[in-house]
Structure formats: C-alpha cells, structure tokens
C-alpha cells in the first residue's frame, strides 16, 4: 500500500510539473523572459561596459563595470554587478530576476554595497528587449524611482538606457551603456 501511494504521489507531482511548465510555455511575458534570461546567462554570463566617467587620476574610479548573470533555476535568473579597478573586482550590487507564478509577472529585487535596496517589476514586451521599473530605498530614508530599458543589439552586445524622474514625475535620460559579452573561461 505505501509502495502504491508513493508511486501515486509521483504521477501527480509529475502531471502538475508538466501542467506548470505548459501554462509558462503558453504565457508570452514568460516566453521572453526565458528567451531573454538565456540571452544574458549564455557563455560566460558576463558582459562589460566601459565607464565613461572613468577618472585615471583616482584608484577607486573603476575602469568598466560588469553585469554577470547566472540562471540557476528556469525561473530565476541572478545578477551581480561588480566595478573593474585595475585588477580588482568589487561587488557594487547583487539581485535577482524572479517569475511569479500567479502575478505573471518578473519579480526584480536587488541590494547594494551601501546598504541600499530597490525592488520592482521587469517586464518583457519582445524577445529583444525588456524594462526594469523599480523603487530604490536608500538607508537614510531616502527614495526614488528608477527604470533601465534594456535592447538586444547582436549576439553579443546589448544596450541599456537609465532612467529618473524629475521633480514633475517625469522620466529622464540618467545615462546609458553598451555591454560586450566576455568570452567563456574570461
């Protein structure tokens, strides 16, 4: 009997696993985030940008930062950012992109090295492109909106443009970067 009631539990865990991986497949915000997720966490998962306001006469103006992504669980993908100075590496950030089954929806959260935190949603209108909308808290209480538009460019560069508001509500161009995929084993 208990050999029976185990085997029964593993068909229907099993069916309910296919039901949920049929209703992400038929969702379009789900499809593209996946797409997307695979994109950015291929290879070596990591892409730099050179800062443009990188200063040479200061040690601790990094040279580029880098966005390292891993995709550790089909519904969740990491990202680290970290600051190139010289031959050191330094976390800047570190978060998460993380669907929620029942908003349908990508969840983004992070947390940075000043002990700030943002957390807001990302959405993925097309397979080459998506939108991170977040709410940042500073630990002086502080607070402010913020939102990356992110592009595919090629197989191996994609850009993103920063967005705040102004003090009307409205947004406005921040700055904007051009990340180059590092190669495997980089």
């Known amino acids: 009997m208990k050999l029976f009631s185990f085997s029964l539990a593993l068909v ?49 103006s990094p040279e580029a930062f880098g966005l390292w ?8 993908m990491t990202l680290r950012i970290v600051a190139y100075m010289g031959d050191t590496v330094r976390v800047s950030s570190q978060g998460v992109f993380s669907w929620h089954p029942i908003e349908k929806q990508v969840i983004h959260v992070m947390s940075d090295v000043g002990n700030g935190y943002s957390d807001g949603i990302s959405t993925f209108p097309n397979e080459t492109s998506f939108i991170s ?27 993103n443009t920063s967005f705040g508001k102004d003090e009307q509500g409205n947004w406005i161009e921040r700055g904007n970067w051009t990340w180059t995929r590092d190669p495997e084993g980089g």
Do not use: C
């Open 12 to 60: 229907l865990f099993f069916q309910s696993e296919a039901q949920n991986a049929k209703s992400f497949v038929e969702d379009p915000e789900w499809r593209n985030f996946e797409i997307m997720a695979e994109y950015l966490s291929d290879g070596s998962g990591k892409w730099t940008g050179l800062n443009k306001n990188h200063d040479p006469s200061n040690d601790s």
């Open 69 to 76: 992504f891993e995709r550790p669980m089909p519904t969740l």
């Open 133 to 159: 909308t977040m709410k940042v808290f500073r630990p002086d209480g502080a607070t402010y909106d913020h939102r990356d538009e992110n592009f595919i460019v090629s197989e191996n560069v994609h850009r």
